[in-house]
């Protein structure tokens, strides 16, 4: 099932065209991989998908819900889910208290000083911690956790919302290989279970062809190559924008 479907997507700046006619479509259960060189287009296509940047023209379509131009606050109440480059979280709050206030937002809960965010959802935040491996970390300060944690308690909180779509922008800057390959397996298990439409943005060449369903290449601002790791790897266009003639069958460039 399409859950995600992306049609003529257009965006410039000042004159320049960012994203010029990008279509592609994300299945539920699916791994889809966004990959270019710098200035391919690939955050601004993420931003119109997010809702912080609305398209000049296209559409994007949410199960089948055209969703272009809405704000990041409604995109999200719909459905889709996203982690940044960078973790976001409150490092003077604990993990579960991290993972509280995200499942008070997506209630609509306000609470009040007699009853703080910690007396809230401790059941549905302890599950969810539980799905990334953090829950026997419940009670430690995110200021305290290594950067490997902090990436998987983001990955907790975006799932609060129990999306559709989750957005995953750059997920393994910054950590070791090992911790690389551990978070995006997880999140590949998790899209398996849940029939969860992932769609993410990697420059790590061993992360993208060891987790991706499918892979999508962008080129400044168009799409050039679509499909497998094998039908990527064997592009000449690709090979020639982006991964570089170094590229073999078993080994990856950026």
Same mark, same amino acid.
């Given at each position: 099932?399409?859950?995600? =479907?992306?049609?003529?997507?257009?965006?410039?700046?000042?004159?320049?065209?960012?994203?010029?006619?990008?279509? %592609?479509?994300? &299945? =539920?259960?699916?791994?889809? =991989?966004? +990959?270019? *060189?710098?200035?391919?287009?690939?955050?601004?296509?993420?931003?119109?998908?997010?809702?912080?940047?609305? *398209?000049?023209?296209?559409?994007?379509?949410?199960?089948? @819900?055209? +969703?272009?131009?809405?704000? *990041?606050?409604r995109v999200w109440r719909l459905g889709v889910g996203r982690t940044f480059q960078i973790a976001a979280t409150f490092a003077s709050m604990t993990v579960r208290e991290n993972v509280q206030v995200a499942l008070l937002a997506h209630r609509r809960h306000i609470w009040r000083f007699w009853r703080p965010a910690a007396a809230w959802f401790v059941p549905e935040a302890d599950a969810l911690l539980t799905q990334v491996g953090m829950r026997d970390q419940a009670e430690r300060a995110a200021s305290v956790l290594a950067y490997g944690d902090l990436k998987r308690l983001e990955l907790a909180i975006a799932l609060a919302n129990a999306p559709r779509l989750l957005l995953m922008d750059e997920p393994t800057a910054g950590m070791a290989p090992a911790e690389r390959t551990a978070l995006m397996q997880l999140t590949r298990s998790l899209a398996s279970r849940q029939g969860l &439409?992932?769609?993410?943005?990697?420059?790590?060449?061993?992360?993208? %062809?060891?987790? =991706?369903?499918?892979?999508?290449?962008?080129? @400044?601002?168009?799409? +050039? &190559?679509?499909?497998?790791? *094998?039908? +990527?790897?064997?592009?000449? @266009?690709? @090979?020639?924008?982006y991964l570089g003639s170094g590229v073999t069958s078993g080994g990856h460039r950026c």
């Amino acid at each position: 099932m399409t859950v995600l =479907a992306v049609a003529g997507l257009v965006k410039s700046f000042g004159g320049v065209q960012a994203v010029n006619g990008v279509s %592609f479509s994300v &299945a =539920a259960g699916e791994m889809l =991989a966004l +990959i270019g *060189p710098n200035g391919a287009g690939k955050s601004t296509c993420f931003n119109m998908l997010n809702g912080q940047i609305k *398209p000049d023209s296209g559409r994007i379509a949410l199960n089948g @819900r055209n +969703i272009a131009g809405l704000s *990041p606050n409604r995109v999200w109440r719909l459905g889709v889910g996203r982690t940044f480059q960078i973790a976001a979280t409150f490092a003077s709050m604990t993990v579960r208290e991290n993972v509280q206030v995200a499942l008070l937002a997506h209630r609509r809960h306000i609470w009040r000083f007699w009853r703080p965010a910690a007396a809230w959802f401790v059941p549905e935040a302890d599950a969810l911690l539980t799905q990334v491996g953090m829950r026997d970390q419940a009670e430690r300060a995110a200021s305290v956790l290594a950067y490997g944690d902090l990436k998987r308690l983001e990955l907790a909180i975006a799932l609060a919302n129990a999306p559709r779509l989750l957005l995953m922008d750059e997920p393994t800057a910054g950590m070791a290989p090992a911790e690389r390959t551990a978070l995006m397996q997880l999140t590949r298990s998790l899209a398996s279970r849940q029939g969860l &439409a992932v769609l993410f943005t990697e420059h790590d060449m061993d992360v993208v %062809f060891g987790v =991706a369903t499918r892979i999508v290449v962008l080129n @400044r601002g168009e799409l +050039i &190559a679509e499909g497998d790791g *094998p039908t +990527i790897r064997a592009d000449p @266009r690709v @090979r020639a924008v982006y991964l570089g003639s170094g590229v073999t069958s078993g080994g990856h460039r950026c």
